[in-house]
């Protein structure tokens, strides 16, 4: 765990700045957890809360999750009190076991270590009822298209490099292991299914389902 806040300087900017090009992602999860009909819901890593939000008025039971308490006073202060936010390592929520009918993680598995990142997928894992689904929205490899190669060797690296050296570097180790494809590939135990593809094909929202109870269930060493 880390003791500094990465998001100090940034959770207070961080909606002006990424909500509108967030929200076609956020739309899309939206109208994904609609046709799932799920219920209680938990967003891993969650930060200001944007995506509990646009999920606020639809009946669900919303909990957000962030290590960042500057994410989480920003989230908060935004949010109904009907969303519930709980300032923890997404990697060991202490949240009950094979509860949650959706678990969200966007932007999340790129910036961190993979040892974290696999901790984190594999929490989400343990949450999720039997017939839950886990939707993930991050990087992917870019396509052959140069308008693809260019939102993702401009665009996307100037973004991550911005973000600080340790955020770049976790960012160029996600992409170097086969990006988000790469890394499902290797550690996904379930169906897993692409819902959509933004920006020129760099980012891809896939969702993970029909995970073995076994391993929902399943204690961390």
Not at 150 to 156: E, L, Q
Not at 173 to 199: C, I, Q, R
């Amino acid at each position: 765990m880390q003791n500094r806040d990465d998001y100090q300087n940034s959770a207070a900017i961080y909606d002006f700045l990424f909500s509108r090009v967030l929200r076609n992602i956020h739309e899309t999860i939206r109208t994904c957890l609609t046709y799932n009909k799920a219920k209680n819901v938990v967003d891993l890593c969650c930060g200001t809360g944007q995506q509990l939000r646009h999920l606020a008025d639809q009946g669900m039971i919303l909990t957000g999750v962030d290590l960042s308490q500057a994410m989480l006073y920003q989230a908060r202060k935004k949010s109904p009190e009907s969303i519930h936010y709980l300032e923890t390592d997404a990697a060991d929520t202490q949240l009950p076991a094979g509860r949650y009918d959706a678990v969200i993680i966007t932007f999340a598995l790129h910036e961190k270590p993979a040892a974290q990142h696999q901790a984190i997928f594999k929490e989400a894992c343990k949450l999720l009822t039997p017939e839950g689904v886990i939707l993930i929205a991050d990087y992917c490899v870019p396509r052959e298209e140069l308008s693809s190669q260019i939102m993702s060797t401009i665009g996307f690296q100037s973004v991550e490099r911005l973000a600080g050296i340790d955020h770049y570097h976790c960012y160029k180790d996600w992409m170097l292991n086969g990006a988000v494809e790469g890394f499902l590939d290797t550690h996904n135990p379930g169906k897993l299914s692409l819902v959509s593809e933004h920006y020129f094909g760099c980012v891809k929202l896939l969702t993970v389902s029909k995970i073995p109870k076994t391993l929902n269930m399943e204690a961390k060493p």
